[in-house]
């Protein structure tokens, strides 16, 4: 058999394509290596440099990869980390001398993802690379689902992080007795982030940006590896994920660019990642073709400004009131920034909102298929609807709820995917010492010129009602009708009237609020759940690996003009497994017209059928029932007509295995008997 010759064998020997950096990093390293020992201790080999290559399954990672690792330019011995090595290892003829000293120093990590639970397995393999002081350059592929931002994060480790490396690397030391001792400071010296690159399938990427699938229905098959343990990424739409992938990237490489069939489609999909990450370089290519000094040494990242270049970003601190027009208009890929200093009216908000994307707590919940039907839309609605909006693709920012008027609440919507979640309170609520620690004199100027207008006659300064509230959003789309947009958002807003009548304590529930977000209040250590559930609209929610979730309080409001009183209500509230079909628990009846609290204490455990710990999704559902055999009003709203709050603790898991079982089945049993007789009770009325 002959003998495999590396395609990078002339490389790796061969120093004089070296890029100048290189050549004095290598000369850099050469002269650490001659220097003289202080105390026999030799110099400890400098930070290796990195680059992340993220991006979807199948939009060229590996075929960029084989690229680099073939292309004699940049005269690198490059060690690189794969989430799955068979992937790459299609004839082993690329890794197996090209990359190798020793052994095949092409690491895999398995059965997780690196961004989340593999993060202390790659801070060690890294250090161990850099140790070796054999290579030049490590190239990391990221699973399809990774989070480049959390990969990245790696780099400037959280102590917790660091400990389980450190911790990880003594129990290697352990059994070998040549590893060093190792300590958190040594395994920050040992990389430099160089380059974030993401790459992009040409084709499928506008496709991808409006789909409402999650990245696992589509892409079961590379989930195998490398999401069993990272549920929660597969669970993401592809939106979010190629949204996310693209807003933190230095360079995006659009690749497949011969599968496209214009230049408008590609320069389209081009102006939409110019506008989502305009600080990105974009690289176009076919079958990975680049110029690999584009991606490697470039000296590019910097946590901070990444963090900081997503466009909506950028569009708020720069363009304040609007985008600036640019080279992505010609697509018809157009920003702007609503602003409004009214709140919005939940009920309104949900109702225009809905028309174009399915929230996240109901996505969440639900089948591809039946997210896909919630949003329904007929192809002329769709069309009707794109013609009077525009496509909105992105949509970020923060908005004020009436009816929630202590907290901010994040709106994060990509593609068809909406979610708006409490963030931290508005400032006008807190002290100003409260605000935070590390906030500069021009952020906190910021802050205080925000509770400011000016008075629009005199042009005075003038403070406005309610502090600093308000709603900033920043919207990215194609073809988007500014002015339309604008004016059905400012109707969704409480008018001049509505406004005077506000107050920002009134109690939770004054609005119509099928938003339902859930809402976490922390207080004194203690993180509270508090739940909206009505006829109809089921409460989904999830306890998480390792805590549990205690009901604690049930409470019935009426809306009293929808009232009749010459009718009997009964409230049901069941609680279901959301994976389950078949009815759940019954949690409680509840009898109208008064108003009725519930005091409870049921924990729910996060356990499958064999005790194994697990997450859990859970569904909240109420049942409204008319008793009278006559119902006057056939007409009547049950969604509308009343609501139950619902109140709960999370909590880190107090139990051990054996207990959660028991607790489990006795759980269980005795809400069986509960629903048995409450069925009885209500066959009797
Ligand atoms: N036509 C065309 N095909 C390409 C191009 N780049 C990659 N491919 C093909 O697309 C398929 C997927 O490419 P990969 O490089 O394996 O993609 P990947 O991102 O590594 O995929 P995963 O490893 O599954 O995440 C392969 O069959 C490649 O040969 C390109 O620019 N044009």
Known sequence: MAKRTSPLSNTINNSDNSSKNNKNKNKKRKKNKNKPMQNDAPPP????????????????????????????????????????????????????????????????????????????????????????????????????????????????????????????????????????????????NAANLDTCVTVVDALHFPKYLSSLERFKDIFDDGLDQAATNSEEEGEKSISQLMIEQVEFANVIVLNKTDMVSSEKELNTSRALIKTLNPKAKVITASHGQIDVKEILNTGLFDLGQASESPGWLLSLKEHGVSGAPGEADEYGVTSFVYKNRSPFHPFRLYKFLRQFFCFANEWNASSPESSVKKIGKDDQTKAALNQKYGRILRSKGNCWLAGRDRHIYDWAQTGQIMALQPGQPWFCTLPAEEWGISLSIEDMK?????????????????????????????????????????????????????????????????????????????????????????????????????SSFTIQNLSLLFHPVKLDYNLCYMVRVWLDKTDVTKRGVLLATLRAPEYEQHSMCMTILPCDVNGGEMDSNRRLRVEVIVTAKDRTDPTLDLMQLCEVHIVGKVEPLPFSEDDEMQAQEAMTDEDTDDANEDDEACKRQ
Not at 104 to 132: A, F, K, S
Not at 145 to 156: D, L, M
């Open 45 to 188: 080999p400098p930070p290796i440099p990195v680059t992340v290559l993220s991006g979807f399954l199948g939009s060229g990672k590996t075929t960029l990869m084989k690229h680099i690792l073939t292309s004699m330019d940049h005269g690198l011995k490059i060690a690189m980390i794969v989430n799955d090595m068979a992937e790459l290892d299609i004839d082993g003829k690329v890794i197996q001398s090209a990359v190798v000293v020793n052994k095949p120093e092409v690491v895999t990590l398995q059965n997780g993802c690196i961004c989340c639970n593999l993060r202390g397995d790659l801070i060690r393999e890294i250090y161990r690379i850099q140790q070796l002081g054999q290579f030049d350059y490590v190239l990391i592929e990221s699973t399809g689902i990774a989070e480049p931002q959390q990969v990245a994060e790696s780099f400037c480790v959280d102590p917790e992080t660091m400990e389980l490396a450190v911790e990880q690397l003594t129990r290697t030391a352990g059994d070998n007795d040549n590893t060093p001792n190792v300590t958190g400071k040594m395994l920050l």
């Open 446 to 546: 910021a802050i205080k010129d925000s509770f400011y207008g000016q008075d629009a006659k005199s042009g005075k300064k003038i403070p406005h009602d309610f502090g600093d509230r308000q709603s900033v959003v920043v919207l990215i789309g194609t073809d988007l009708k500014q002015e339309a947009i604008t004016q059905a958002l400012n109707d969704c807003c409480l008018s001049e009237e509505e406004l005077k009548a506000h107050t920002t304590d009134l109690p939770y529930g004054s609005y119509a609020d099928p938003l339902q977000p859930n809402e976490v209040v922390e207080c004194d250590g203690v993180r509270s759940l508090f739940m909206v559930a009505r006829h109809g609209q089921d409460q989904h929610f999830h306890v998480p690996r390792g």
